[in-house]
């Protein structure tokens, strides 16, 4: 499927997120992602990278919320939480 041309909203970087310290966003942030993939026909999306961007060359640091892990594991659940609430399966990986 190419979704290029499919209308779906391009989202601020996961980085951006967690800079505001919102939970609530965060949720609506995944139950925006989950409602997406849905009408899509997606029954499962990449959740974003969980681990610690501690190196800035790392190629996938965009992808990272940041090096607080309790910030990174506080807004990491609650997209998660919004995103499987619209019955897709919010898969979160671990990036090096």
Known sequence: MNIANSGATAFPSPLALAASWDPTL??????????????????????????????????VANENM?????????????RSVGTQENKVIATVKQST
């Open 66 to 78: 940041g090096e607080d892990p309790v910030l990174v594991g506080l807004m990491s659940a609650q």
């Open 26 to 59: 965060a949720h609506d942030y995944g139950s925006r992602v989950g409602a997406e993939l849905r009408t899509l026909g997606f029954v499962e999306g990449m959740g974003g990278a969980i681990a610690l961007s501690r190196d800035p060359r790392n190629g």
